[in-house]
């Protein structure tokens, strides 16, 4: 048990239809994209844990096995640490570990890389403690870890890590449905602005407090666009895709989440030939993505550039949780 060496990877996201309205109740669609985040996870013979992770600032971190649950995780390592400390305290196991994690995007665009991140852990740590946990599973481990972490969050981004595609979701994983999707033409513009979610949770919260009949007829509303994608997903027809995106982005206008940025990269991504365009995520920041035909790409491009954008280059309908190397498996 102790020379198991496994590496896990798990991909980013981004929210298609129905951020913040599928945190009351309504469906969202998100896909996953093919940027991942890789864990390598080994246990040894000392009661310690030792993280590398550094992409968030941590080159080494150690914490002594008893001390889980008993002290304060640093920031970048703490969805890592809680899901190990869930799951130790869940199945009634525990060991000293070596963990490294890698990315391959910065945390800044709002790929969901802590969602990602507390995926892998779960996984390896199934896989390193032999105990069978199936994806329902390892989403209600990885949702216990992210609500524990951060009070606040739907877990459609755990969705896309554990299952990948794109998938149709409710709050809490009460639905999760595979979309057949052949192809997302879409173009991915990071606004250079980092978004806070737990902020724009917040106002929304507020709005609907405040001012319940109109922020109730935004979700409804957007629940209608979310349900009428699905359906222009699997029929791949985009120019309905693209009005449905338009009319979404509005509703976030309404729940003043996006702001002058993602708006101007949204308008001038449309004017250079795209589909339809809006803001992906909470707001606030992060990307907008626009749904473009081959014949524009290069023109959406620029557009989204010259509206002070940074074009990243993703691929969709990813794969989801995987692990891609195990040692103690290759030996045996
Ligand atoms: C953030 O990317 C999307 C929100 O709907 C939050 C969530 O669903 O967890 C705002």
Same mark, same amino acid.
């Given at each position: 048990?102790?020379?198991?060496?496994?590496?896990?990877?798990?991909?980013?996201?981004? /929210?298609?239809?129905?951020?913040?309205?599928?945190?009351?109740?309504?469906?969202?669609?998100?896909?996953?994209?093919?940027?991942?985040?890789?864990?390598?996870?080994?246990?040894?013979?000392? &009661?310690?844990?030792?993280?590398?992770?550094?992409?968030?600032?941590?080159?080494?971190?150690?914490?002594?096995?008893?001390? @889980?649950?008993?002290?304060?995780?640093?920031? *970048?390592?703490?969805?890592?640490?809680?899901?190990?400390?869930?799951?130790?305290?869940?199945?009634?196991?525990?060991?000293?570990?070596?963990?490294?994690?890698?990315?391959?995007?910065?945390?800044?665009?709002?790929?969901?890389?802590?969602?990602?991140?507390?995926?892998?852990?779960?996984?390896?740590?199934?896989? @390193?403690?032999?105990?069978?946990?199936?994806?329902? #599973?390892?989403?209600?481990?990885?949702?216990?870890?992210?609500?524990? =972490?951060?009070? =606040?969050?739907?877990?459609?981004? @755990? $969705?896309?890590?554990?299952?990948?595609?794109?998938?149709?979701?409710?709050?809490? *994983?009460?639905?999760?449905?595979?979309?057949?999707?052949?192809?997302?033409?879409?173009?991915?513009?990071?606004?250079?602005?980092?978004?806070?979610?737990?902020?724009?949770?917040?106002? =929304?919260?507020?709005?609907?407090?405040?001012?319940?009949?109109?922020?109730?007829?935004?979700?409804? #509303?957007?629940?209608?666009?979310?349900?009428?994608?699905?359906?222009?997903? &699997?029929?791949?027809?985009?120019?309905?895709?693209?009005?449905?995106? +338009?009319?979404?982005?509005?509703?976030?206008?309404?729940?003043?989440? #996006?702001?002058?940025?993602?708006?101007? /990269?949204?308008?001038?991504?449309?004017?250079?030939?795209?589909?339809?365009?809006?803001?992906?995520? $909470?707001?606030?920041?992060?990307? /907008?993505?626009?749904?473009?035909?081959?014949?524009?790409?290069?023109?959406?491009?620029?557009?989204?550039?010259?509206?002070?954008?940074?074009?990243?280059?993703?691929?969709?309908?990813?794969?989801?949780?995987?692990?891609?190397? +195990?040692?103690?498996?290759?030996?045996?």
């Amino acid at each position: 048990m102790t020379n198991h060496t496994l590496t896990v990877s798990a991909p980013g996201k981004l /929210m298609l239809f129905g951020e913040h309205a599928v945190l009351y109740g309504k469906p969202c669609i998100v896909t996953a994209v093919d940027q991942r985040i890789r864990l390598k996870a080994k246990i040894i013979n000392r &009661e310690i844990i030792n993280i590398s992770a550094p992409q968030v600032g941590i080159k080494k971190y150690t914490i002594k096995v008893s001390d @889980l649950g008993k002290v304060e995780y640093p920031k *970048g390592v703490k969805f890592l640490l809680k899901a190990v400390e869930i799951f130790f305290k869940k199945y009634k196991v525990g060991s000293g570990l070596d963990l490294e994690t890698k990315s391959e995007f910065s945390s800044l665009f709002g790929f969901g890389s802590s969602s990602a991140v507390t995926v892998c852990a779960v996984k390896a740590l199934s896989k @390193l403690f032999d105990i069978e946990v199936d994806n329902k #599973s390892l989403f209600d481990i990885a949702y216990q870890t992210v609500l524990s =972490v951060q009070g =606040v969050g739907s877990g459609f981004d @755990l $969705a896309a890590a554990i299952w990948g595609g794109t998938i149709f979701f409710e709050n809490g *994983g009460k639905k999760i449905e595979p979309i057949n999707v052949n192809n997302l033409p879409i173009v991915v513009g990071y606004s250079g602005i980092k978004a806070d979610t737990a902020t724009l949770v917040k106002r =929304v919260a507020g709005l609907h407090k405040k001012e319940r009949e109109k922020a109730d007829k935004i979700f409804n #509303s957007i629940e209608k666009i979310v349900k009428q994608a699905k359906l222009a997903l &699997e029929d791949t027809n985009y120019f309905k895709l693209g009005e449905l995106m +338009d009319q979404n982005h509005t509703l976030l206008q309404k729940l003043a989440v #996006s702001i002058p940025r993602l708006d101007s /990269m949204a308008v001038s991504a449309k004017e250079a030939g795209a589909f339809g365009a809006k803001l992906s995520g $909470a707001g606030g920041g992060d990307c /907008m993505i626009a749904l473009t035909p081959d014949k524009s790409v290069r023109k959406v491009k620029k557009a989204i550039k010259n509206a002070g954008g940074v074009v990243l280059n993703v691929k969709f309908n990813a794969e989801g949780v995987k692990i891609t190397y +195990d040692k103690s498996k290759n030996e045996s």
